[in-house]
């Protein structure tokens, strides 16, 4: 995979850390748009040393938290109805950026298999109090022995997408599923808020995707696209991270306007603030 970022698309700024600014750059043939200047590997890791980072978190101190925490609850059991759905006879689950486990709690809760990998010390820490398998590299999960991967909201953060693409095709297992969720840079509210966007997250997300850059990516590694599905939470959820960065304040009713309006356009464009791509492994 040879990825040519050469079109300056637009410049970003890490609101929630650092307070950097950097440049997002376009690849033409894959669509999608990846972050500039790389962050050093050594350095990368300060990038996520903030308490707001609330996903290697179980935080319910404030009333964001409170909700985001609601709304993780319920965007679970959303992500195991599409399991359902696709009808997937249970077995291996693995889950790359776990987390602090509770997709895979519900999961061996559900009669599945549960793994995980999850880089953040403290985060793996949480899913291993909670009963979890844990991985310290994807290097030491067997050749096809997975039935099911899972990546919420990871691919973006993945350093080397040709490495983890062929890791994920010498894990999954023949005719196994893949399931990837990622931010969407031509959504309604990424378009509204530009600069602004809290879903760019640079320089913790180092790539961006739009919907055609799924199957341009995955297709050579024998990757088949199946179905998207549509994340109707997230457009509210970055919305109000997004006005918070624009305004210093969250605007409530401002963000759930935006992020209502984000979902109502996408119903004809499936351009939705983040999707789930369904892909079986050939």
Request: aromatic share 14%; proline share 3%.
């Amino acid at each position: 995979m040879r990825i040519n970022a050469n079109i300056k698309y637009i410049e970003v700024e890490d609101f929630s850390v650092s307070k950097e600014k950097f440049e997002l750059y376009m690849d033409e043939n894959y669509q999608l748009l990846k972050t500039e200047p790389f962050p050093e590997l050594d350095k990368l890791g300060s990038y996520y040393e903030s308490p707001d980072y609330i996903s290697h978190t179980d935080s319910k101190k404030t009333f964001f938290d409170k909700v985001y925490q609601a709304v993780k609850s319920k965007a679970i059991q959303n992500k195991y109805k599409i399991l359902e759905d696709i009808n997937i006879t249970k077995g291996v689950l693995l889950d790359i950026g776990c987390g602090t486990g509770e997709f895979l709690v519900e999961g061996n809760n559900r009669g599945w298999n549960v793994l995980g990998y999850e880089p953040n010390e403290g985060a793996r820490k949480l899913s291993i109090e909670k009963g979890i398998s844990i991985v310290n590299e994807l290097s030491e999960v067997e050749d096809h022995s997975v039935d099911v991967i899972t990546m919420w909201h990871v691919l973006e953060h993945v350093v080397d997408l040709d490495e983890q693409i062929s890791t994920l095709k010498r894990i999954l297992k023949k005719g196994g599923t893949l399931i990837i969720a990622v931010p969407n840079y031509n959504s309604y509210d990424a378009k509204y808020y530009g600069k602004y966007w809290a879903a760019y997250d640079v320089p913790r997300h180092l790539w961006h995707f739009s919907q055609m850059s799924i199957p341009l990516l995955f297709n050579p590694y024998g990757f088949e696209l199946v179905e998207k599905y549509p994340m109707l939470f997230d457009s509210f959820y970055v919305s109000l991270l997004s006005e918070q960065y624009k305004t210093g304040k969250k605007n409530w009713f401002k963000a759930f306007r935006v992020g209502l309006k984000s979902n109502i356009e996408a119903r004809t464009n499936l351009e939705y603030s983040s999707l789930i791509y369904y892909l079986k492994k050939n």
